[in-house]
């Protein structure tokens, strides 16, 4: 295996095999700009578009003293890997495979606890993985949460597929009434306070409304279909026990302003809420990693043309 360390990260970079590419901006903390799977370019641009990894936390949030290893600090949206560059490395591993062979790997150290966050990047035909490690290089035990959100457009014909009848609990609501943050429900069709309302078809539930869905997975694969196009998720359940649907239905915004577009996010996620303080409180969602544990985990990213 061959490897090259990149001092300066680039701008963008791009690693690309039979129907499968992606690319991704390492000073942007890593986020990627581009999945293109099954015949489809999937993922929103803006600010607020791509795949976006979100570790300790997803929300800002101040946790509380005490907390081992953070008790005390104040995060930022997203934790301490947002906007911040990783170092960035190449690496090939089979000169044989071509492009394929090519691997990313960008690694974020902690700044308000002792740990180091990987993320590798691959690509095969019609498939992109994204493989992590998180290790604890401290003395306390370490709380966080983790998500790798990814925002795609929703129109009239987006599809979402998730096991029927799985446990899901509102995470956020704006526009429409579910019952309240932390509701129970189960998946797809919801309890609205007027009507029930079938969350596989996420444009047709309301008119505008924004709202931050938690879904407890057995199985670990998730769907989007546009038209022709489908989009699957693949993970295991015992390692991601949690899948983030959110939506944006037409800009969504209290007071009006918000950008005429739609959006759905989707996200395989380690621990709920979106605040890790939140999560050590009521919710009882914050994941543990103890000191000199890592912990290891893979989603996958796989495009179909229907016929």
Known sequence: MSRANVATPPGIVELSSENARVAFVPAMGGRIIALDLGGRQWLTDGDRGGITECFPTVSACTISSGIPSLGGQTLPAGGEIAGRAPSFTMETHDPDEGAAALRAVTEWTGERAPWRYVRELRVIPDAVIMRYALTNDGKEKLPFIWAARASLPLGEGTTVELPDSSRTRIGAQQGIDLLGVSAEHRWPKLRSA???????????????????????????????????????????????????VSVDRRGWAPFGGGPNASSLVIAPRMGVPDSLSEALGAWNGAQWVAPGETREWEVVFRGERLK
Do not use: Q
């Open 194 to 244: 007027k009507a029930i309302v079938d969350f596989s078809k996420p444009d047709a539930v309301a008119r505008k409304f924004s709202c931050t869905l938690f879904v407890d997975l057995a199985s670990g694969r998730a769907s989007v279909t546009e038209g022709p196009h489908r989009l699957h998720v693949e993970f295991d359940p015992s390692r991601l026990p949690h899948f983030e």
